[in-house]
Structures are given as C-alpha cells and as structure tokens.
C-alpha cells in the first residue's frame, strides 16, 4: 500500500472513532452466520411505517431505495440509475434500472415504485407516521414508461429529495397482504438478503439473496452478499450485550454504553467504532400549550438551569457528546452559533421562576403557586428507551429538584399510550431524538401539529418559525437555508425555550476480530447492513 493511501486509511479509521485499525490480509470469503446483537426490536417491518431510527440496521437488508448517499450527502445511483430535478424544484424524475427485481419474483418498474409514492397519500395506511406529510405535498405520480418515473409537487419543497431517495421500496404484493402494516415475508423487498423467520422479543433470521446485483457504488462489492445468513438477536440491555459478545454467543453488537466502551477499545480481540448520528439531538421538547411548560419563563429556568455536561460525564464516563442546536454537528445545515450560550446558570433560572410566580416551597421543597406544585410529566416511549436514556432522564429529575425545585415526573409509556398522549396534547414534555436529514428534522419537530409536524412535540405554533421554514423549503442554497434554521434555533431555544437539547446520539459498534466489513452508512453515520460483512477463520 502507497504511503499516502496508507495515511488516507488512517484518517478515515480515526474520522469514524476507530480505536484501533488492521489490515485484513485475507481476501473476503463467501459463507457462513453473522450473529448481531442489537438493542431495538422493531415495532414493524413494514420499513415504511416504523418509525425506529435503530431498526434500520435490520430492515436496510432486505429493503432498498431509489439513491444512496455518499459522506458529503450527494446522491449515487441505487435502484434508480439516475435522477433530475426540476430548475422550479417542483420536479422529479428518476430512471430505473432494468435489471432488479423483488425477491418474491414481482417486478421492480416505474409502476411499482409508483404504487409506494401513491400509498404516502392513503391516510388509511400512512396515518401516524411522516409519510402522509410528505404525501400531500404531492401533486401527481407519473410513469412516461415501464422505467420512468416522475414525481410533481404543489410547490417548491427542497427536502423532497432526500425523502424520495430513501423511501423504501415494497413490492407490488405488499399492498394486499394482510401483513402490510406489522411487516412479514409477504412484504418483499429488493435487498441482499430476505426474511426468513421472526422470534418476537427473541430474534428475527435473513437469509442471502442469491439473485442480488444491483449494489450502489458506495457499497465494497458488487453481486451477492458474502454471508449466508444474518441473525439479528434482541439484547436490549447493554451490559447483556457486552456480556454475549466477550463470551462468544454473539459476533458482532451495537449499542455500548460508557462503561463497556472500555471493554473493546484497544483489544485486539475486537474492533471498536463509534460515529455521531444526523438529525436531531435527544432533546425534551417542553409543551407550550400545557401545564407549567405554557409560561415561557418556566421553559427557559429549565434550559438555563440545568447543567448538562456533568451529567453526561457521569452517566456516559465522556462517551457521549453535548447537543446545543436543533440538528447535528454532521448535518450541513448544522450551526455552531448556540454553542456554549446557556445552561448552568442556576441563580437566572431560578429568578426566572420566581418571576413567574412559583415563589412558595412545598415540605419536599418543591417550588408551588397556589397551591399547585410545579410538576412537569416528562413522557418517554418505551420502544426508545435505549442507550441509558433512563439513567440520563433520572439523573436530570434529581438536578431539576435540587437546583430549582422543579418536580419532573418521568412516564414510560407503550406504542399504543404513546400514540394517544401524543394526540391529546396533555402532557408536560417528551423526550426524543430522530435522525432525518436536509431540514426533514426541523420540519417534522417545528411545522404546527396540523400542518406536517408529525413529531412536534412542543406544540409550537410561531408565525415566526413558519416563515424560516417555508423560505428554507423554497431555496436550493444549503449556505442560505442554514442562514435561515439559525435564525429559527436562536428564537425556538434561547429565546421560547421550547427544547432542551440533551446530547447527540451516536452508534457504537463492537465486532470480534474474524468479523470484517462492518461499519457505517455514509452520511447518516448509522450502523451498515452485513451486505459487506465477511468471516474470516475463527
């Protein structure tokens, strides 16, 4: 290897957080099981409607999209040869490759892929997820021939790309199959691999595509997977997952916490990685149209008040990394302006809430106003209860009451309770993170409730931030829309207080030594599929 590939190597182990890097002498070897241990058991695989950032690591090995990305964000071609926007950017067309097809034999064409964009418009289907939103910005869904296929919008949406890139492809026997909405083997897709059986709340099988040859070219080759079969067991506890990889039960798992990190770095019995995630930072989004969180004041004693850093230090032992802004450090639409600009200013929160009213102090030294203790419910979705998000939520309950006398009441709830908290409105805050991209974040956690805020949890309805995301949706100028999500974070955090971003969520991943080709989506920084994966002796 030339010295400056050798140095190019280098730089991308330690760009991905790679503790150590070797170089395989082998050459990549066909066969075999790769067994995964993995925190999130997906609610559906239906890839569409599962809404679970950490099931993508599974569901991106049977389904597929138009484009990939590449580290920058740019498109490659993927089932989708090749692909134009309109100058109005109210246009999209994409050529098909001829060559694809669904694993249960249906054919890949432009009136397939039609089928998934007209289904974005059936609230019978999409009702709960994102998809609907993105639906009713879509005026018609055309198909010129057997491989073309052309998407108008009612107006300008830049976002729209990066939605369409990544929509998952089901094929044409999914939409009459009584699985569509939990996901089975009838609901097909082009991947590398297909599903074979699913254990719930044990593990779910894939088995090697053998007709599979339509990679992208971000991938490391070309053809069938190298691996026969992939398993995919759920181990939600981290120290569970350590535990069955340093025995040998598993070979490869995501997901370390702070304290297990230790236990892969620098042994060269494994492989470590770690990369930030895209999207937006685990946060609690404060309710503006319920309980105390409606006084603005409370909002900001509560994001100037709390001192995050040392409690990430202390749960994470420094794996973790602090969030400031609305979107991720990776993001390019990312702005550095909030950065160390509050938090830990204990006297001015506390002020604040004096102001406000909250004078009087309970027997358990909670602040109350006539007689009313200030209690904010904090609702958390059991199915994102992942990466000691409970310790870090505790941790802040007993901050919050200690430094401002804030009572913070932590609620786990099932996908059901979730769904109808969420449509009621009553609640105090909930706590989240997601991981689009291109201001489809923002989007979902800023538009109104009613108008394509499917994940606006604070509930805010500001003329102001309207106007920042409609000029930010009409402009194809990344430098000017991240201009305007500025000026959007400066008013939606310092000054309404309308989240309280925690910290940014990053994947982790530790593989025994024979395990190669694992590692992260370009661009999302996500844990990759096993297209990749090989095994080497062991």
Known sequence: MKANHLHAALVIACALGTSHFSFAAEQPRNGGTLTWGI???PNTFNPQLNGQSKAELILRVAWESLLARKADGSYVPWLAESYQVSDDGKTFSFKLRKDVSFSDGEKFNAQAVAQNFLHTQDAAYCAGSSLCAMGARIASVETPDDFTLVIKLKQTYTPFLSFAASLKQLSPASWTSSQLKAGGKEI??????????????QQVTFVKNPHYNWAPAVTKHQGPAYLDKVIYRFLPESSVRSGALLSGQVDVIEGISGNDAAEFKDNDDFTYQHALNTGTPYSLFLNVDYGPTREVRVRQALL???DIDPILKSVYRGERTRAWGITSPVDPLYDKGLEQKYGNQPEKANQLLDEAGWTVRDSAGFRTKQGQRLSVEII??????RDQRDVLLQAIQA?????????????????GTYAEVRKSGQFGSIANSNTETDGIDIENHYRPVNAGGSINYSRVNSPE???????AS???????????????????LPEQAVAVPLYEPEDQIAAASYVHGVGFRSYKQMPENAYDVWLSDH
């Open 465 to 471: 931030i309207q106007h920042w995301l409609d000029e």
């Open 399 to 415: 901050q919050a009451r200690q430094r401002l006398g804030v009572e913070l009441n932590i609620r786990y709830v099932d996908s």
């Open 39 to 41: 925190e999130t058991e």
């Open 380 to 385: 958390q979705a059991q199915a994102t209860v």
């Open 304 to 306: 100037q008040g709390l």
């Open 188 to 201: 097909a897709g082009t991947g590398p691999f297909i599903l074979q059986n699913y254990e719930k709340g």
């Open 474 to 492: 009409r402009t194809l100028d990344t430098a000017t829309r991240r201009t305007l999500y500025g000026q959007l974070q400066q008013y939606a």
